[in-house]
Nanobody
């Protein structure tokens, strides 16, 4: 079994910054692609940013130039640096990881989410 734990959420004013972390633990041989997703009240969950094992990244248009995803493979941790935050960034942020276990099977896991609130 694998656990993903997000941290770093909170309340900030518009223009502020937060850094989210997603730490993976458990039966992990390697971690493939990891994505940060968010879900605002009344809206569908959307992909915000993703990073491959090799470090290739992709971003939603709404966050390009403001958010940066990165990973530390030695720590099994992925980060989301969020700058120039806007009220529309308010949501619960989840990480999702495709993990290969020691049996060499791949499975997808979700964290429990961390709340980000951007308001004056």
């Amino acid at each position: 079994q694998v656990q993903l734990v997000e941290s770093g959420g909170g309340s900030v004013q518009p223009g502020g910054s937060l850094r989210l972390s997603c730490a993976a633990s458990g039966n992990i041989f390697s971690i493939d692609t990891v994505g940060w997703h968010r879900q605002a009240p009344g809206k569908q969950r959307e992909l915000v940013a993703g990073v491959t094992f090799g470090g290739s990244t992709n971003y939603a248009d709404s966050v390009k130039g403001r958010f940066t995803i990165s990973r530390d493979n030695a720590k099994n941790t992925v980060y989301l640096q969020m700058n120039s935050l806007k009220p529309e960034d308010t949501a619960v942020y989840f990480c999702n990881a495709r993990v290969q276990d020691y049996s060499k099977y791949y499975r997808s896991y979700w964290g429990q989410g961390t709340q980000v609130t951007v308001s004056p």
